[in-house]
């Protein structure tokens, strides 16, 4: 990426922080407040993940007038610069975790337990970034051997430390 291009990244990349803040703070008002347990208001679950989201979301505002000042949100978008930047390969890799994560947050998140929905995510994820057709059998098994020891042992650690530690119930 050449450094004259950073303003219209950082214009871009402010957007995603803004509605990325607004999203979770949407979301962590709805969470459970535990009002009938008389519980504390500085400890319900939704307060960390609002606190994020307000966090980034004032790093985006500061972001985007950051852009703005060194004019990045004149983006000189065309058709033919598009296609260029769809077929570069960390284009490629961008599109795909945004859909693997999509997957995961639409698809797998409630229509089965939150363990098996994050196990699948991390070692499919792995699997996915980490495959090497020119790679030897050997090495390609014992890397996908990693990455579902990876996936059931992060699956595991996240999901006690929401249960456990936060008292989250997850679907």
Same mark, same amino acid.
């Given at each position: 990426? @050449?450094? !004259?291009? +950073?303003? @219209?990244?950082?214009?871009?990349? *402010? ?5 990325? &803040?607004? $999203?979770?703070?949407?979301? &962590? ?13 500085? *400890? ?14 004032? +790093? ?6 950051? &852009?703005? /000042?060194?004019?990045? %949100?004149?983006?000189?978008? *065309? /058709?033919? /610069?598009?296609?260029?930047?769809? %077929? ?8 795909? =975790? ?6 995961? $947050? ?16 991390? =070692? ?5 970034? #980490?495959?090497?057709? !020119? #790679? /030897?059998?050997?090495? @390609? =098994?014992?890397? +996908?051997?990693?990455?579902? +020891? ?8 996240? &999901? ?12």
């Amino acid at each position: 990426m @050449k450094e !004259k291009d +950073m303003p @219209k990244v950082d214009f871009i990349t *402010s957007i995603v922080l803004i509605v990325f &803040s607004i $999203a979770v703070i949407v979301m &962590s008002l709805q969470m459970p407040r535990f009002e009938y347990r008389g519980a504390n208001p500085w *400890s319900v679950p939704g307060i960390v993940p609002g606190i994020l989201g307000v966090s980034i979301g004032l +790093m985006g505002i500061a972001l985007l007038v950051r &852009s703005i /000042k060194r004019k990045g %949100h004149n983006l000189g978008i *065309s /058709k033919e /610069k598009l296609i260029d930047w769809l %077929h570069k390969p960390a284009s490629i890799r961008l599109l795909l =975790t945004i859909l693997l994560t999509l997957i995961y $947050a639409w698809g797998l998140i409630g229509s089965m337990p939150y363990i098996l929905a994050t196990f699948l995510f991390i =070692t499919v994820f792995i699997i996915i970034f #980490e495959y090497n057709r !020119k #790679e /030897k059998r050997q090495k @390609k =098994t014992k890397k +996908m051997i990693v990455a579902i +020891m990876i996936g059931l042992i992060a699956a595991a650690a996240v &999901s006690a430390l929401f249960q456990y530690a936060f008292m989250i119930r997850l679907p």
